[in-house]
């Protein structure tokens, strides 16, 4: 029977290697980072999910382009109110609005252009929403418009969503 001698230096390099090898807390699958591919798409999931839980307010990470769109959903009244939490990071502090019967305002929400395939319209080929009865959020050289807003001010461009 042989004995094998373990050396220091294996000894090292098996130790230097355990260091390294992925483990839970420090594997990149394990990450909690928050895939911010497409935000908007992660904005508007929120918004789904916070009605399909009946919860009363939801709170996003804050940017320009999605207090942008939370403004338009207050004016179109899919949401109470939008609020800028200043802090690291911002957040967004959004309210939900339901009926007195308690079903959520916002039923439907269907994110139109996305990062693979974007979707332009000029300003007589904005799609309505529901038959003009939701609306189509479209983002224009004046900034984001709703649809109606987009055709008042003749403006097409990025069809972003449409609501009802």
Avoid at 1 to 25: I, Q
Avoid at 136 to 143: D, K, L, N, R, Y
Wanted: hydrophobic share 40%; net charge positive.
């Amino acid at each position: 029977m042989a004995v094998r001698a373990v050396s220091s230096a294996s000894l090292v390099f098996a130790v230097s290697a355990l260091e390294k090898w992925p483990t839970k807390g420090n594997s990149p699958v394990s990450t909690n980072q928050v895939n911010n591919m497409d935000p908007i798409a992660d904005f508007l999931t929120s918004i789904r999910n916070g009605y399909l839980a009946k919860k009363e307010e939801v709170t996003i990470k804050s940017s320009r382009l999605r207090l942008g769109l939370g403004q338009i959903l207050v004016r179109s009244g899919y949401l109470k109110a939008i609020e800028k939490i200043e802090g690291q990071p911002a957040v967004l502090k959004l309210t939900l609005h339901y009926l007195p019967d308690g079903s959520p305002v916002l039923t439907h929400i269907q994110k139109i252009s996305k990062p693979g395939v974007r979707r332009y319209a000029g300003v007589s080929e904005i799609p309505p929403a529901l038959s003009g009865a939701g609306i189509t959020i479209i983002s224009t050289s004046a900034g984001l418009l709703s649809d109606k807003e987009a055709r008042a001010k003749h403006l097409g461009g990025e069809v972003i969503c449409q609501l009802w």
